[in-house]
């Protein structure tokens, strides 16, 4: 009884502060531009900022916090900007966006343009194209009356935060131009910054907007704990304590360039206490970089101890970084065509690709004739070393392989649609699989096909690289690929975890043959599921 009263109690406290946190009244500043035009109720200028209104809550693909429509003829046109803080959830920034619309349209009836900022969002719209263009005004500044310690020390630190933050957030792409992080040290307080541009502005353009929001903190919160300022087109905000949803910081990836956010004041006081925290550090070209010299070190010369096997793309070895981080290193073959920038490009853009179920990227090596990819270290090998073999294959019990396949599916969405770049893996395979302590999947070898200049903006290719028995037939006899090829990978993938049995195990026997030819001779479909899916219960996972 005590207990059930308990848990209502909780669920009471939950919902209240779902509601409360949700719960939107007022806009942190609004603006409507009684300067800009006036339209009069029903005219055609007000039905048409309605129906592009309504359509903004009603569309479900702000996934990724930024909306932009126009809707209407000539001069009736409106055109409408929402942007979340790149840390808000779909469902929040919807909420948000929703009831900025409802806000906004209450407080300025009759103004054609109109700007209203919440925490979480920001709206606006006008008759003029807001597109493509970068706005310095109206702005307002919020600050926190608490005053920092140790004025010179935090403002370095601070100066150095917004910088680095800046430059991750104008490499960003389209649709997010967004960063934050925090560093901490025990002189002054840990500082927690974020810096956004709308997506729409260029790389230019968003670093003018930020810096010059920046050169504003003397008026704006100088000395101060915490402050902001937002813009249009941008904003920025620093505090003392945390304000975002650090779990839902996709970019920037983590690992570190604590050089770049130390003060350079007393470093030898303060190096070794600031510490920039692992899961949220920005990273550069600079701190990806690694020296062939470093890595010489780390895997002991290559040596043959170290090796831990060939892959496609050349021999890996296992290594320790300097900090004690255990790596694999993967010494590619030279046979790139590719010109060392454009190795280096493609280097940077697959390392902002992040996700517990892919093998992470921690740096690489370009040096005279030498190319080198530095990954994480996956302690429990591939999944080939445990399915096709039939004591270790008994480990995998179902609950595990579900786990497997299920991390599987989820990196692989993220490489084909959740990621900034589409990637096609192309050699989605068991020895491609690889398992970490907790027997958790990560997919190894992205981006390869990317790293050795393989187009892929045409649909087809001459060079066809992949495995035989997991390559769809359209790929194999006529190099065509795309997103469908991998999935045709991944279900002779799940194939294998389910029914241990290699793609193509035979070879030895007459009736030779693959692992889809084996499924569809031996099981009708019902077999098959009663035998082995029965436990694996999530068939959405195909
Ligand atoms: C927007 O409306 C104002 C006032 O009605 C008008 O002066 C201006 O030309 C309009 N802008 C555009 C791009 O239509
Ligand atoms: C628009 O309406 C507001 C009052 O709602 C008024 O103050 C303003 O002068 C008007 N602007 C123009 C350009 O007519
Ligand atoms: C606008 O239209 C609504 C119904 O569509 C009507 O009730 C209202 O009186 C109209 N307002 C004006 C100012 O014409
Ligand atoms: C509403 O949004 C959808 C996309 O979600 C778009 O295709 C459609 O044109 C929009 N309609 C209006 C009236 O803007
Ligand atoms: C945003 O608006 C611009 C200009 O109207 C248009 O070119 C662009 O495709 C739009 N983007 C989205 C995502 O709707
Ligand atoms: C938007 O807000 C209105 C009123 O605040 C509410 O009735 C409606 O359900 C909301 N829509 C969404 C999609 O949240
Ligand atoms: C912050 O410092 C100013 C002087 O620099 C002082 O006037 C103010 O009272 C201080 N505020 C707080 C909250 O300590
Ligand atoms: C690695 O090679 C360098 C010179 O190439 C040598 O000085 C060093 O002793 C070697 N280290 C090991 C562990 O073999
Ligand atoms: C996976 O790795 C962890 C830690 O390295 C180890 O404790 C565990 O036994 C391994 N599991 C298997 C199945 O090898
Ligand atoms: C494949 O690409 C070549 C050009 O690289 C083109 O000529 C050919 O028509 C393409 N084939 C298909 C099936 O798209």
């Known amino acids: 009884m005590v207990s059930r009263m308990t848990l209502f109690l909780c669920m009471l406290v939950m919902l209240l502060t779902i509601s409360q946190s949700y719960a939107q009244t007022s806009f942190l500043r609004n603006f409507c531009m009684n300067d800009k035009g006036n339209y009069t109720a029903n005219s055609t200028y007000h039905n048409n900022l309605n129906t592009l209104l309504s359509n903004l809550s009603s569309n479900t693909d702000i996934d990724y916090g930024f909306y932009n429509f126009s809707y209407g003829q000539d001069s009736n046109t409106v055109n409408a900007i929402g942007l979340c803080r790149g840390d808000v959830k779909p469902d929040a920034c919807r909420r948000c966006l929703n009831d900025s619309k409802v806000l906004l349209t209450q407080l300025c009836p009759n103004q054609k343009e109109a700007i209203g900022w919440y925490d979480q969002c920001m709206l606006r719209y006008s008759n003029r194209s807001l597109f493509n263009t970068m706005e310095t005004s109206p702005n307002f500044y919020l600050w926190n009356p608490g005053n920092a310690t140790d004025i010179d020390q935090f403002n370095q630190v601070l100066r150095n935060l917004l910088d680095s933050l800046i430059g991750q957030a104008t490499l960003g792409n389209s649709q997010r131009k967004f960063a934050a992080a925090h560093v901490s040290g025990s002189v002054f307080q840990t500082i927690y910054g974020l810096v956004q541009c709308t997506p729409d502005l260029s790389e230019q353009d968003c670093s003018a907007c930020l810096t010059g929001a920046i050169s504003e903190i003397p008026q704006c919160c100088d000395g101060k704990k915490g402050g902001r300022i937002l813009r249009p087109s941008c904003n920025f905000r620093y505090e003392v304590y945390s304000f975002y ?57 290559f040596s043959d101890a170290n090796r831990l096997g060939q892959g496609g793309f050349g021999p890996v070895y296992k290594g320790k970084l300097s900090n004690g981080q255990d790596v694999a290193v993967k010494r590619l073959s ?21 996700h517990r179920n892919l093998v992470k990227l921690i740096g690489f090596c370009l040096e005279r004739t030498e190319r080198l990819l530095v990954y994480e270290f996956v302690p429990n090998k591939s999944l080939d070393f445990f399915i096709f073999d039939e004591v270790r294959r008994v480990q995998l019990d179902w609950e595990k392989r579900h786990k497997i396949i299920g991390g599987i599916a989820r990196g692989l969405l993220y490489l084909h649609q959740d990621s900034r770049l589409t990637i096609i893996h192309r050699d989605l395979k068991a020895s491609n699989i690889l398992l970490d302590a907790e027997m958790c999947s990560k997919i190894s070898d992205f981006g390869m096909a990317r790293l050795f200049e393989v187009d892929q903006t045409q649909d087809n290719t001459s060079r066809v690289v992949g495995t035989y028995g997991y390559m769809a037939p359209e790929y194999v006899f006529r190099g065509q690929f795309s997103v469908k090829s991998d999935v045709y990978s991944f279900g002779v993938l799940v194939l294998e975890i389910v029914t241990g049995q290699k793609n193509s195990w035979a070879c030895r026997e007459e ?24 436990r694996l219960d999530s068939i959405s996972l195909l």
Do not use: H
């Open 245 to 301: 949803d650090p779990t839902n910081v996709k970019i920037p990836p983590a690992s570190a360039p604590k050089v770049s956010v130390l003060p350079p004041l007393s470093t030898d006081t303060l190096s070794t206490e600031v510490e920039a925290e692992k899961d949220e550090e920005i990273r550069s070209s600079e701190t990806l970089q690694l020296d062939f010299s470093t890595i010489m070190t780390a895997t002991n010369n």
């Open 334 to 354: 030279k046979n790139s065509l590719q010109g060392d920038i454009e190795f280096k490009n493609e280097v940077m853009l697959v390392a902002k690709l992040q």
């Open 511 to 534: 009736n030779e043959g693959d692992l889809l030819t084996y499924v569809s001779n031996n099981y009708c479909f019902n077999d098959l599921f009663s035998l082995s899916l029965e």
